[in-house]
């Protein structure tokens, strides 16, 4: 089946620092990968779309410039969070599809500290 | 954005008894799915339905869809304490066909 690798799973960083969390489609080719994000006891706010070769489109009062986005190729979406904030602090999940809306596999999420 | 909400926020039971799970959802859809997350861990696909199916089963799972109420159940049938988690419902956009859209999910605890 089709299987989404997401890393890192824990990260800590400091306020100011920027992280990069990677999200690969291991067998198959994403055209369209997802961005979530889930504060605790809350659900999945989408986040942001992107689509190989082009840029990603973010939904409503998702900083672009904060959150920035790269889908360089069919297996690989990186999302980095620039100049984290305490605030910033979540649980980030990637999610991949050939055809969207059919098949979506998701990562496996990064939990996102920042101190 | 989020689709909808579901119904209860958070369900207590106990072992063996039944656990339903309620999903609204706003726009036109070409599927919805079920999923569940342990705490603090990623999702686990249960079961999609499609928009021109009305019932599906899986193990235990037992899936319902009513378009015209745009409206879902997600009905745990002799629940275990492995049960405990979070469940959400999503939706796959007729129209945008892109993201899935998640409610705001339930909270399942099931006590031995």
């Known amino acids: 089946g089709a299987v989404v690798s997401q890393h890192p799973s824990r990260v800590i960083c400091k306020s100011g620092t920027s992280v990069k969390i990677e999200c690969r489609s291991l067998?198959?080719?994403?055209?369209?990968m997802f961005w979530y994000r889930q504060f605790p006891k809350q659900s999945l706010m989408l986040m942001a779309t992107s689509n190989e070769g082009s840029k990603a489109t973010y939904e409503q009062g998702v900083e672009k410039d904060k959150f920035l986005i790269n889908h360089a190729s069919l297996t690989l979406s990186t999302l980095t969070v620039t100049s984290a904030h305490p605030e910033d602090s979540s649980f980030y999940i990637c999610?991949?599809?050939?055809?969207?809306?059919?098949?979506?596999?998701f990562g496996s999420g990064t939990r996102l500290t920042v101190v | 954005s989020q689709q909808g909400e579901e119904d209860p926020q958070a369900l207590s039971i106990q072992e063996g008894e039944n656990a339903t799970m309620n999903c609204s959802y706003k726009?036109?859809?070409?599927?919805l799915q079920w999923y569940r997350q342990n705490s603090g861990r990623g999702l686990v696909h249960l079961i999609l339905i499609r928009s021109n199916e009305r019932e599906k089963h899986s193990g235990r799972l037992r899936v319902t869809l009513d378009t015209s109420k745009k409206s879902s159940s997600l009905l745990i049938t002799a629940s275990r304490a492995a049960d405990t988690a979070s469940y959400f419902c999503a939706t796959a956009d007729n129209q945008a066909g892109t993201a899935l859209i998640f409610g705001k999910g339930t909270t399942l605890s099931v006590s031995s």
């Open positions: 067998d198959f080719q994403a055209t369209t």
């Open positions: 999610s991949a599809t050939q055809q969207p809306g059919r098949g979506y596999t």
């Open positions: 726009t036109s859809i070409n599927n």
